[in-house]
Each structure stands twice: as structure tokens, then as C-alpha cells.
């Protein structure tokens, strides 16, 4: 505004001047002092609260508000103090530096900000800091991971199903897009039935805050919801659907209580498209693109493995929008690479849980990943992150684990992939779609880890059609499935319902409601009475194969050696110090006499092999060799002793 006064009155006369003088006084002037002269407002604060001894300090704010062009922040209290201000072009949003001395107390600490207009506070406070003997645990292989989707598994609350702004057709069980009710109160009422499992860790897809109105369109699926979270438009907000942070926090401390552990799912990649950034963002440079203007992620994910790969399609993976529809951060921008590491560790500091599923993980630059996780490993030293790097190939994501450096000289320093290779492959051999023999074919890629043991395998996951629903599954084939998902090297995930063997297509059919978790629901699949005699076998497999895993520390962690392997079997042993344990498929429809070649792991002549589980004799070794009967169509698990 000032540039106009000056251009006005930079006129070679000499009336001019003063003509442009009393132009600026009397008709532009007042415009700009009228809009000027407004009062500052903050309307949101991020993070809101910080620690005293973090190992982030200072932390930088972010503050939405309005008339904030020109403010000044400043500190009333000695123990912390501020520097750094800088305002975006709107004047609604400031970032600040807040340096945190040590010795600083727990308690409230309020911040003047002023401009020439008048001034108001920033409400900050600082926090006390949770016992890290008792939170930020992480995760590894002695854990077994149960995937919610929270909408769908229990409804502990029904005053929160339709928060004051939803339209009635938002929550809505017939529809498989809107909301259904299920929230944080009802896992809180059901955490015994995953310690009555055998579960240790709970991953939650995101309770980050989402629209709550309802997308219409004219494709079959409409009208639809954000039920499943992924589409932030608040990254400090819990979704109201759910319940609050204080349910939050009271979930997290129960699962504590009990043993369970408890992983956030976070999303860095985007928001969602309903987000206040959208329309007036923080910086110019927030998103990659705008909403007017941006790429379309054509998901070349393989171009992001290749060294050989040209720059606009590295790009285009990299900046593309999600759908076209979800603002793609650009963590090329430092502001926002520093927003979003707070904001993570906010979340692991202010809740106290164990470990971070991260969505998309590939979209969001290397550099970005390696980052994150020392800034999470720097505070909370066994805090644990899984990638979602959704490929079938193997190559790909032991690409994107930590503990190796890449062609582009980065470690992403990440803990965990999922082996969504080795998933696939159980889902086809458990399927009768390849030989047994695959799965040893795609174990021997585990060359290309720094270490396989710490690879996330899963039975499923709320992307993907359940195991029932698949062509040619049977109840075998799932119980086969899991079984060697329980028992293969990683640290295994359970998907909310697979236990029972629960039907559901691909999305959104596999994410059908928990049976019992709902107001008038016919019977309950949380308690033996209420479960059909399928997913009770089902059930009792699952609950016997985790505790198997729980009793042996070779199937947690020992080695895995191929003992044998065709069409139709395959069986290995796991192995570490204290003790063996083999484990055989059989996939055939009759029972299979096998000789185990069991002198190549060191087994002793005269040793027994015990079954464990399965219908199996005792055998005993002989010339290195014990003779098996196979039992059809399952999978047995043997001691040696
Ligand atoms: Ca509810
Ligand atoms: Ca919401
Ligand atoms: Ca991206």
C-alpha cells in the first residue's frame, strides 16, 4: 500500500505531488487505514503445547489468524522467549520461534502479539513430559499388530455419531461411505478381547480431524464420508466422530494398563481437500502446486527406485496430488519439513504411544523420511515408524528401510517397510494360484533387507479385499495364511476381522462393521457364544498360532532356514540360540510322508520332534533325517527336543 502512495506522488510537477498527496489522504489512504486499522486475531495455534528439555528447541509456531501483516511477538516470562517472526502475504498466518529454557516449568505461557492496530494473545502452553519408562515403547517382532479402522469396529458412544455440522445422511451403517458410529470408546470397551487374542499393539488408521459434511457426485458411490481419516483438515485435531484427545489419551494410558501398544497412523503426503491451507495457505510454496494448478499423481512409483529415472516423472510421483484430489505437501519447503516433524512428535509426546504407521510413504522425498525418523529416534529413542510402500516388489521396499544407503546416498534411517511382497505371494500359494515353493522364491529377496526380521508382514489391511472374499479361498487356505504369517520372520499385522474370517470385497465391502461392536447388532463376535462355528476355528487358529509365537523366541526372532520346498510344501525351521522350532505346509488335499533333512540345522540324531500344533505324532531324528506325516491342507508347527 505504501508502493501506491509512492507512485501516485511521484509525478514530475509540481501540482502533482501535491495533488497525489491529497489523492492518497482523501480517497486511498482511508481505504488502507481502514482495513489496517483492524485488530489482530489468532484463531489457531501449532502446536498449541511443547516440553521443556526437548530436543527440539526452539519450536516454531504456527499461527492462524488475521490482520497479522506486520506483528511483533513477545514473551512475558523470562523462561521463554521468541525471535523469527515472519508473516504470509494475506496476513493470516505467523510463523515465530519459541526458545524454551530447560529449567522452564510445566504451566501456561501466553504470547503478546502486537501490531500498530492494537494487540492479542497466542495461547501456548507447556507441557508436562510423559514417563518414557512407560510410553513411546515401540514396536518389534516380539509384538503382534491388530489394524482398526475405529469407524467400523465398535460404536462405545453414540452421543458422538453425528457431530452438530453432519447431515443426517452422513452416519449411515447401509452405506459403506459414510460414517457408521464406531469410535475410540468402543476399542476402550473391547481391549480384552485383544489381550483374550494375544494382541500387543493397536494400529489406528488416522483420528486426525476430517471434514464432516458429505461429498456428492455422480458416480455410484456418492453421497460419501471421510470415515477412514485419511483426509486431514486439521493435523492437531482429533476427529469428533471418535471422541476427543482426552478419549484418545485415556485409550492410549488403558491399552498401557493391559500391555497393548498403541501406533498412530499419520499421513505427511496430504491433507485433505477441505482443509483451510487450501484457500489461504501458510506459504506460497505449502503445496506442491495449487488447487487450480497441480499435477495428477500418475503413481510411476518405480521411477523413485530407479537411478536411471528422468526428473518430471520423479516429480510428477513426488508433487502429483493423491486422486487430484488431495493437496500434496512440499516438504521441498522448509517451513513445511519443520511443521510436520513437530507436529509427529507432538502427537508422540502429548499422547504417549508406541510407534507410527506412515501413509504413502514413497510420495514424500527420502530426505523428508530420513529426517523424521532421527528427529522421532532423537527424542524417543525406541520410537518405531513403518512406511506404507505399497509394492509387490521387494526390491522397492527394501529400498525405502532404513539401515542402507541408496544409490542417492540416503538412509531413510525408517524401522520397518511392509512386505507387501511376501503378502502377496501367501495370498496367491494360499489361493492355489502359485506353487508352494513361491513363498521360499520370495524369501530369498530378503538379501536386499539389512535386516528381514524387521520387515512389517501382513495378513491384510483395509486396502485389499479380505483373504475369504478372494477367488478360490477356503477357510483352510485363510487358517494356512495367517498361520504363516504368525510364523515367518517379521513382526506380523492382523487386520480387524481376519481372525473370524470375515467376508468383504475390496474397498470399501472389507471394511464391513465388527460384529457386536454396534448398537442392535444381532450377535457378538467378541465373545465365543455369539460367533459362528467358522469364525470360532478361525478364531481358536489365529488365538493358538499367536500364542505359539508369544512361547517361542525362535519364531519372535530366530533365524529362518529352508529345510524343503515343491509344489505343494514347504517347510522351514526358525532357529536362534535356545531352541528350534520347524514349521511345514501342507497344501496338498492329502497328507504328505516327507523326510526332513533336519542334521543341516544341527538337530542331533535321537532328538524328538514334538508337535507343537497339529495333529502330528512324535518323530525321532535318525542319520540327520526324521521321517513327517503331513497332515492335508494345513500348516503344523514342531519342537525339537
Ligand atoms: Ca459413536
Ligand atoms: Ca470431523
Ligand atoms: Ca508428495
Redesign the pocket.
Known amino acids: 500500500m505504501a508502493r501506491d502512495c509512492h507512485e501516485i506522488t511521484n509525478v514530475r510537477s509540481i501540482v502533482a505531488p501535491i495533488l497525489g498527496i491529497l489523492v492518497c489522504i482523501l480517497v486511498w489512504c482511508p481505504v488502507f487505514v481502514a482495513r489496517d486499522s483492524a485488530a489482530p486475531a489468532v484463531s489457531k495455534v501449532e502446536p498449541p503445547s511443547w516440553w521443556a528439555g526437548h530436543t527440539i528447541n526452539p519450536v516454531r509456531l504456527l499461527v492462524r489468524g488475521e490482520n497479522l501483516t506486520g506483528a511483533r511477538v513477545r514473551s512475558t516470562q523470562q523462561t521463554i522467549q521468541t525471535s523469527n517472526v515472519s508473516v504470509n502475504r494475506n496476513g493470516t498466518y505467523l510463523f515465530v520461534n519459541v526458545s524454551i529454557n530447560p529449567s522452564a516449568q510445566p504451566g501456561s505461557y501466553p504470547l503478546i502479539l502486537e501490531t500498530t492496530n492494537g494487540e492479542t494473545t497466542i495461547p501456548f502452553t507447556l507441557a508436562p513430559s510423559l514417563d518414557p519408562k512407560t510410553h513411546f515403547q515401540g514396536i518389534r517382532a516380539d509384538d503382534v499388530i491388530y489394524l482398526i479402522m475405529p469407524d467400523r469396529f465398535a460404536?462405545?458412544?453414540?452421543?458422538?455419531?453425528a457431530p452438530g455440522d453432519s447431515q443426517p445422511e452422513a452416519t449411515d451403517r447401509t452405506n459403506p461411505r459414510a460414517y457408521h458410529?464406531?469410535?475410540l470408546?468402543?476399542i476402550i470397551n473391547h481391549l480384552a478381547y485383544f489381550k483374550d487374542l494375544g494382541i500387543t499393539a493397536l494400529w489406528l488408521t488416522p483420528w486426525y480431524d476430517n471434514w464432516n459434511g458429505i461429498n456428492k457426485c455422480d458416480k455410484p458411490w456418492c453421497p460419501n464420508t471421510y470415515y477412514h481419516g485419511y483426509h486431514a483438515i486439521d493435523y492437531y485435531g482429533v476427529e469428533d466422530?471418535f471422541g476427543n484427545l482426552a478419549t484418545l489419551r485415556e485409550l492410549i494410558e488403558k491399552a498401557h494398563a493391559l500391555g497393548l501398544k498403541v501406533i498412530q497412523d499419520q499421513v505427511a503426503n496430504h491433507v485433505g481437500s477441505h482443509h483451510p491451507w487450501v484457500t489461504d495457505s501458510p506459504l506460497d510454496d505449502w503445496f506442491h502446486g495449487t488447487l487450480a494448478d497441480h499435477q495428477l499423481n500418475k503413481f510411476q512409483n518405480s521411477v523413485l527406485l530407479s537411478p536411471h529415472a528422468n526428473r518430471d516423472e520423479v516429480r510428477n510421483t513426488l508433487d502429483g496430488w493423491f486422486n487430484d484430489d488431495l493437496p500434496d505437501m512440499n516438504q521441498d519447503e522448509p517451513e513445511v519439513v519443520r511443521y510436520e516433524i513437530q507436529n509427529a512428535l507432538w502427537w508422540v509426546g502429548t499422547t504417549g504411544f508406541d510407534g507410527i504407521r506412515q501413509d504413502t510413504i514413497q510420495y514424500v522425498p527420502r530426505s523428508f523420511i530420513r529426517d523424521l525418523s532421527n528427529a522421532l529416534h532423537r527424542q524417543y529413542p525406541r520410537m518405531w515408524m513403518v512406511g506404507e510402500v505399497f509394492e509387490r516388489d521387494a526390491a522397492q521396499t527394501a529400498f525405502f528401510i532404513g539401515g542402507h544407503t541408496g544409490w542417492d546416498n540416503i538412509d531413510t534411517r525408517l524401522d520397518s517397510v511392509f512386505d507387501f511382497a511376501l503378502w502377496n505371494t501367501s495370498l496367491q500359494v494360499f489361493t492355489d494360484k502359485q506353487p508352494v515353493r513361491a513363498l521360499r522364491d520370495q524369501l530369498k529377496y530378503d538379501a536386499l533387507y539389512p535386516d528381514p526380521s524387521k520387515v512389517t508382514t501382513l495378513v491384510n489391511n483395509h486396502d485389499t479385499a479380505r483373504f475369504i472374499s478372494l477367488e478360490n479361498a477356503t477357510l483352510e487356505g485363510s487358517m494356512m495364511h495367517t498361520a504363516f504369517t504368525l510364523s515367518v520372520r517379521g513382526i506380523p499385522q492382523l487386520y480387524y476381522g481376519e481372525e473370524i474370517a470375515m467376508e468383504g470385497r475390496e474397498d470399501p465391502d472389507n471394511r464391513r462393521d465388527f460384529p457386536g461392536g454396534f448398537p442392535g447388532d444381532g450377535r457378538s463376535a467378541f465373545v465365543a457364544t455369539g460367533r459362528t462355528q467358522t469364525e470360532q476355528r478361525m478364531y481358536q487358529w489365529t488365538q493358538n498360532w499367536i500364542r505359539l509365537r508369544h512361547e517361542h523366541s525362535s519364531i519372535r526372532q530366530g533365524r529362518l532356514i529352508d529345510l524343503y520346498y515343491d509344489d505343494v510344501l514347504y517347510l522351514f525351521a526358525r532357529q536362534d540360540r535356545s531352541e528350534t522350532v520347524i514349521v511345514a505346509i501342507n497344501r496338498a488335499a492329502q497328507e504328505k510322508q516327507i523326510t526332513v533333512p533336519v542334521g543341516s540345522i544341527g538337530v542331533k540324531d535321537r532328538s524328538e520332534l514334538i508337535a507343537l500344533i497339529g495333529p502330528l505324532g512324535t518323530a525321532r531324528v535318525t542319520n540327520g533325517q526324521a521321517q513327517l506325516t503331513l497332515p492335508a491342507k494345513t500348516i503344523v508347527a514342531l519342537a525339537v527336543r
Open positions: 460404536n462405545g458412544d453414540t452421543t458422538n455419531d458410529g464406531g469410535d470408546r468402543g466422530h
